[in-house]
C-alpha cells in the first residue's frame, strides 16, 4: 500500500525559510509527477506547484520565485523549498502524487496530510 507522509513544517519568521518533504512509501515502481498545494486560513485550497516526471516544473503566480519543488527519486521524496516567507504563506502544505506502484495496473493519485506552516514575528 502507498503511503505520502509529510514533514518540515512548523512557525517562522517572516523572511525566513522551510523545507517540505513528502516521502513515498510502498511498492512503488516510480513517482510520475508531484503537486504541492496549500490551504490557508479560511481561504480555498490553491495550487503552489508542479513538477512532472521530466523534472520541469512550474509555480502560481504567487510564489514569485521564493519557492522550487524538486524530487528525489531514488528516496522517492519531494521537496518544497519555502524561503522568503510572508505571513500570507501561512497555511497547510500538502503534497500530491502521482504514483505506479507493482500492486496496480496503472498511476494512481496520493494524498499527504499536510504540515502546518505558520509565518509570524
Known amino acids: 500500500q502507498v503511503q505520502l507522509v509529510e514533514s518540515g513544517g512548523g512557525l517562522v519568521q517572516p523572511g525566513g525559510s522551510l523545507r517540505l518533504a513528502c516521502v513515498a512509501s510502498?511498492?512503488?515502481?516510480?513517482?510520475?509527477?508531484m503537486k504541492w498545494y496549500r490551504h490557508p486560513p479560511g481561504k480555498q485550497r490553491e495550487l503552489v506547484g508542479t513538477?512532472?516526471?521530466?523534472?520541469?516544473?512550474s509555480y502560481s503566480d504567487f510564489v514569485l520565485g521564493r519557492f522550487t519543488i524538486s524530487v528525489d527519486s531514488a528516496r522517492n521524496t519531494g521537496y518544497l523549498q519555502l524561503t522568503s516567507l510572508k505571513p500570507a504563506d501561512t497555511a497547510v502544505y500538502s503534497c500530491?502524487?502521482?504514483?505506479?506502484?507493482?500492486?496496480?495496473?496503472?498511476?494512481?493519485?496520493?494524498w499527504g496530510p499536510g504540515p502546518q506552516v505558520t509565518v509570524s514575528s
Open positions: 500530491h502524487a502521482t504514483i505506479t506502484a507493482f500492486s496496480t495496473s496503472s498511476p494512481l493519485d496520493y
Open positions: 510502498g511498492n512503488i515502481i516510480r513517482i510520475n509527477g
Open positions: 513538477i512532472e516526471r521530466d523534472g520541469a516544473t
